[in-house]
Structure formats: structure tokens, C-alpha cells
């Protein structure tokens, strides 16, 4: 038998495309539909090991979008509504490098220790390019705004930041998300999980689509579908959105990730299935390659049901496998360390570095809007000359777990400066005092 090295998809002297075939030309029906069915979340992932391959587990679930989350420390950035306040594309661009670097150098240690827990991997659910158009939604802090334009203009600079300039090799993969018109409300009067967008071609042409259409042609090798429906159709069930459009129509060579449990929702909340096997039909033959689910016992384990029926053909299942390896393979996973630069970077020189902290500090100040500074009153800021007495009011005066948004990296209390130190250490006044206002923290009572 044949050793694993020996294996025409570990040749580096092929194009890609070759061993990507040979790959998934070896592996059986079930080990492509374990790949497919593991996306990363919960019980549900990492990805299984092919052991007669010599293939390793790979964790698909990583959060990238304002730092590297859930993995350990990390530089924290701003949020992305306050980068995109900035207008200022070599500043995403920046950010999104300093960002791969510590999720490339962390994940090199983690794989080195046999860890490929969530939110351990390469494979980043980054960046939020929807647009904001109902301030109920919750994670509107998440994206770039309300202009299709700006969100598509950032994206790409994020895009092109996490990937690297490699011309081989990826350093950690963006997924633009979440497609498509997705963005609110929340819970009332209609939960996200079952909203149906009713959106005319026109509006969805030049609203929800170009942003997305951007990400692509920076090469973004991933995207992820959305909790909702359009028009009537899931969009992780959406053959128009994930085929026609995305594959078809803009040339997009990477693969598919469900948001967490939608497909799961095409049956349960949409209702559009009513069965695991039909479910699976209709996911896999519109586009989407991997499922991340809330349970073990996910939608995509029928795939192989699915199969033996006629519902969804082998060569379907191949392309889908195949494009979740192409992206490994880009990653460098089943080429020679040595010749991959990223494996060699390394925590201690780029997690949390001074070069990444001063990053951070320079992108919140470029975040930051002045609305008013009233010349009639002899211009309120800068203040130059200590007042004589100051009150600071407000719940976020001391309390730093309020100053990060969500998907944020863990707090790290040793580099965070609250409002209160940062007042003192700037000695605006003489006597400065301080009232939390609020009991509930920043809800006031609302």
C-alpha cells in the first residue's frame, strides 16, 4: 500500500485542480457526506479525519470579524460600522492583515497541539456585508452601513487583507455573509429565522447583491447563506442566489457554508420541506456545499439517502466535496511546511503585538465622528486648559465588558484603558467626579 505522501494530490508539482480529483476520487460516498455534513459549530464539527489518507480533522468555523474570537487572546479592533465610519480602504486592508496574521499564527500552534476545536481553524465566517436597514436588527454593528457601494468597496479590501498576497497559497480564507438580503428585524413582527424578503429584481440587483458581487471578485474563497427566504425560496435552498447568480453568473470557484442551523430552518421555520432527505435535496442541488448545524444528528447525514433515491446526483456531491478541498488545498494544508510562509509565523510575534495594539488604537480614533464642536462657544474640543470641576456620567465610565460589540475577541483587562483612566490620565480637570447613572447598565431602564 502506498504511503499517504505518495498520493498524487500531496504532488505540488500539479495544478490544483488535478489533485483535488484525485483526492476526492478516493474517498467513498460517506466520507464525502461526513465531509459535507461537519461545518464547525456545537457537535458538529471539526470536519473527520481521513486516516488512510493521512488527513487531518479541519475545523471550518472561525470568527474573524473584528479580531480573531473565541480562540484564546487576540487583538480586539472596532467594530465594523465604526471602520467603515473611517472611509478609508488601506485602513480595513491593514486591519484584515494584522487579523490573519494572529488567526494564521494561532491556528499553527493549535494544529501543532492536535486541536481543531471551534473557532481554532483558517476558515473565517468574515465579513458582514449586509446592509443596514432596520435599526432592530441585532448585529447591525456587524456591517459596513447602508450603502451598497461603501460595504462592497470595504469588503474587498477586507477580502484581499485576510487572504494574503501569496500567489499560492491563502493565509485564512473570508466568507461573505450573510447571502442575501438579510438584515433585521430581529424577533418582531417576524423572526430572522423565517423571514421571507419579498424584494423586486431591481432592489435586490442594485442593493443586495453588488456588495457580495465585490467580495467575489476580490477572490473571496467562501460564502455563507442566509437564515432567510427570498421571494419565497430559503436561500441556502435558492438555486437562483447560490447557482445561477453566484456560481454561474460571477465565475465564483469556492464553496457554500449554511449559517448555523438554516438549513435545518428550510423545514422547521420556513417549511418549504418536510422531510431530512428532501431537505438535503434541495440544499445540496442549489449550491450549498457544507452544513453548520445546530445538532450532531444534522440535515446533510441524509445526503446519502438522498443519493441512493436520484435526488441528488454523485457528480453533485463530488463538486461540492471537491471546492471544500480546492480552499484546503489553497491553505496549504497537504503541501511541505517549508514551503507555506504562513506556517512559520508564530503567537508571540503577532498576537497581541505593540504593532497590532497601536493598529487598534489608530483604527478606533479614524472610527470616530465628531457631530458637533460649536464655534460660537469657543470650541468645546479639544480641551487644552483643565476646567475646574467635571462630572462624567454613564454605566460605561468603569466598565470595560461594555465596550466590545459582539463577536468580539476575549477581553484582555491588561490593554483596555476605560473612560474613567483614560479622563484621569488626560487631566481635563481639576476635580473630576463620576455617577454610574443607570442601575441596569446601558439599557437605562428601557
Same mark, same amino acid.
Given at each position: 500500500?502506498?504511503?499517504?505522501?505518495?498520493?498524487?494530490?500531496?504532488?505540488?508539482?500539479?495544478?490544483?485542480?488535478?489533485?483535488?480529483?484525485?483526492?476526492?476520487?478516493?474517498?467513498?460516498?460517506?466520507?464525502?457526506?461526513?465531509?459535507?455534513?461537519?461545518?464547525?459549530?456545537?457537535?458538529?464539527?471539526?470536519?473527520?479525519?481521513?486516516?488512510?489518507?493521512?488527513?487531518?480533522?479541519?475545523?471550518?468555523?472561525?470568527?474573524?470579524?473584528?479580531?480573531?474570537?473565541?480562540?484564546?487572546?487576540?487583538?480586539?479592533?472596532?467594530?465594523?460600522?465604526?471602520?467603515?465610519?473611517?472611509?478609508?480602504?488601506?485602513?480595513?486592508?491593514?486591519?484584515?492583515?494584522?487579523?490573519?496574521?494572529?488567526?494564521?499564527?494561532?491556528?499553527?500552534?493549535?494544529?501543532?497541539?492536535?486541536?481543531?476545536?471551534?473557532?481554532?481553524?483558517?476558515?473565517?465566517?468574515?465579513?458582514?456585508?449586509?446592509?443596514?436597514?432596520?435599526?432592530?436588527?441585532?448585529?447591525?454593528?456587524?456591517?459596513?452601513?447602508?450603502?451598497?457601494?461603501?460595504?462592497?468597496?470595504?469588503?474587498?479590501?477586507?477580502?484581499?487583507?485576510?487572504?494574503?498576497?501569496?500567489?499560492?497559497?491563502?493565509?485564512?480564507?473570508? +466568507?461573505?455573509?450573510?447571502?442575501?438580503?438579510?438584515?433585521?428585524?430581529?424577533?418582531?413582527?417576524?423572526?430572522?429565522?423565517?423571514?421571507?424578503?419579498?424584494?423586486?429584481?431591481?432592489?435586490?440587483?442594485?442593493?443586495?447583491?453588488?456588495?457580495?458581487?465585490?467580495?467575489?471578485?476580490?477572490?473571496?474563497?467562501?460564502?455563507?447563506?442566509?437564515?432567510?427566504?427570498?421571494? +419565497?425560496?430559503?436561500?441556502?435552498?435558492?438555486?437562483?442566489?447560490?447557482?445561477?447568480?453566484?456560481?454561474?453568473?460571477?465565475?465564483?470557484?469556492?464553496?457554500?457554508?449554511?449559517?448555523?442551523?438554516?438549513?435545518?430552518?428550510?423545514?422547521?421555520?420556513?417549511?418549504?420541506?418536510?422531510?431530512?432527505?428532501?431537505?438535503?435535496?434541495?440544499?445540496?442541488?442549489?449550491?450549498?456545499?457544507?452544513?453548520?448545524?445546530?445538532?450532531?444528528?444534522?440535515?446533510?447525514?441524509?445526503?446519502?439517502?438522498?443519493?441512493?433515491?436520484?435526488?441528488?446526483?454523485?457528480?453533485?456531491?463530488?463538486?461540492?466535496?471537491?471546492?471544500?478541498?480546492?480552499?484546503?488545498?489553497?491553505?496549504?494544508?497537504?503541501?511541505?511546511?517549508?514551503?507555506?510562509?504562513?506556517?512559520?509565523?508564530?503567537?508571540?510575534?503577532?498576537?497581541?503585538?505593540?504593532?497590532?495594539?497601536?493598529?487598534?488604537?489608530?483604527?478606533?480614533?479614524?472610527?470616530?465622528?465628531?457631530?458637533?464642536?460649536?464655534?460660537?462657544?469657543?470650541?468645546?474640543?479639544?480641551?487644552?486648559?483643565?476646567?475646574?470641576?467635571?462630572?462624567?456620567?454613564?454605566?460605561?465610565?468603569?466598565?470595560?465588558?461594555?465596550?466590545?460589540?459582539?463577536?468580539?475577541?476575549?477581553?484582555?483587562?491588561?490593554?483596555?484603558?476605560?473612560?474613567?483612566?483614560?479622563?484621569?490620565?488626560?487631566?481635563?480637570?481639576?476635580?473630576?467626579?463620576?455617577?454610574?447613572?443607570?442601575?441596569?447598565?446601558?439599557?437605562?431602564?428601557?
Amino acid at each position: 500500500m502506498a504511503s499517504s505522501q505518495e498520493f498524487p494530490f500531496r504532488n505540488t508539482s500539479l495544478p490544483f485542480d488535478e489533485r483535488v480529483k484525485d483526492l476526492v476520487g478516493r474517498l467513498t460516498l460517506e466520507e464525502m457526506v461526513a465531509q459535507m455534513s461537519h461545518g464547525g459549530a456545537n457537535n458538529n464539527g471539526p470536519a473527520p479525519a481521513i486516516p488512510e489518507l493521512g488527513i487531518n480533522p479541519y475545523q471550518w468555523g472561525t470568527e474573524c470579524i473584528s479580531g480573531d474570537v473565541d480562540a484564546g487572546p487576540a487583538t480586539s479592533f472596532p467594530e465594523s460600522i465604526g471602520l467603515a465610519a473611517a472611509f478609508d480602504y488601506q485602513l480595513l486592508y491593514t486591519f484584515a492583515r494584522a487579523v490573519s496574521n494572529e488567526v494564521r499564527a494561532k491556528n499553527n500552534n493549535y494544529t501543532a497541539h492536535g486541536d481543531y476545536s471551534f473557532h481554532t481553524g483558517l476558515s473565517c465566517w468574515s465579513p458582514v456585508i449586509n446592509i443596514l436597514r432596520d435599526p432592530r436588527w441585532g448585529r447591525n454593528q456587524e456591517t459596513y452601513g447602508e450603502d451598497p457601494w461603501l460595504s462592497g468597496y470595504l469588503g474587498r479590501a477586507y477580502v484581499t487583507g485576510l487572504q494574503g498576497n501569496n500567489s499560492r497559497y491563502v493565509e485564512a480564507n473570508a +466568507g461573505c455573509k450573510h447571502f442575501d438580503v438579510h438584515g433585521g428585524p430581529e424577533n418582531i413582527p417576524v423572526s430572522r429565522f423565517s423571514f421571507n424578503a419579498n424584494v423586486t429584481t431591481r432592489d435586490w440587483r442594485m442593493t443586495f447583491l453588488p456588495q457580495f458581487r465585490a467580495c467575489i471578485e476580490a477572490g473571496a474563497w467562501s460564502v455563507m447563506c442566509s437564515y432567510n427566504s427570498i421571494n +419565497g425560496v430559503p436561500a441556502c435552498a435558492n438555486k437562483e442566489l447560490l447557482t445561477d447568480i453566484l456560481r454561474n453568473e460571477w465565475g465564483f470557484k469556492g464553496y457554500v457554508v449554511s449559517d448555523q442551523g438554516a438549513i435545518e430552518n428550510i423545514m422547521s421555520a420556513h417549511h418549504y420541506t418536510n422531510s431530512t432527505v428532501a431537505t438535503a435535496e434541495v440544499a445540496v442541488n442549489a449550491g450549498t456545499c457544507l452544513e453548520d448545524a445546530n445538532e450532531e444528528d444534522n440535515v446533510f447525514a441524509s445526503i446519502g439517502q438522498a443519493v441512493s433515491e436520484g435526488l441528488i446526483t454523485d457528480a453533485t456531491v463530488i463538486d461540492a466535496v471537491s471546492r471544500l478541498f480546492l480552499v484546503r488545498m489553497r491553505l496549504g494544508e497537504f503541501d511541505p511546511p517549508e514551503m507555506n510562509p504562513y506556517t512559520k509565523l508564530k503567537v508571540e510575534d503577532y498576537v497581541q503585538s505593540e504593532a497590532h495594539r497601536q493598529l487598534s488604537l489608530e483604527a478606533a480614533m479614524a472610527s470616530a465622528v465628531l457631530m458637533k464642536n460649536d464655534m460660537t462657544m469657543g470650541m468645546t474640543l479639544p480641551i487644552t486648559t483643565p476646567v475646574n470641576s467635571a462630572c462624567v456620567v454613564g454605566p460605561f465610565i468603569n466598565d470595560p465588558s461594555l465596550y466590545f460589540g459582539d463577536y468580539s475577541p476575549t477581553l484582555m483587562p491588561e490593554y483596555i484603558v476605560t473612560v474613567q483612566d483614560g479622563l484621569q490620565d488626560a487631566m481635563i480637570s481639576k476635580a473630576l467626579s463620576y455617577a454610574e447613572g443607570c442601575t441596569d447598565g446601558p439599557k437605562c431602564n428601557c
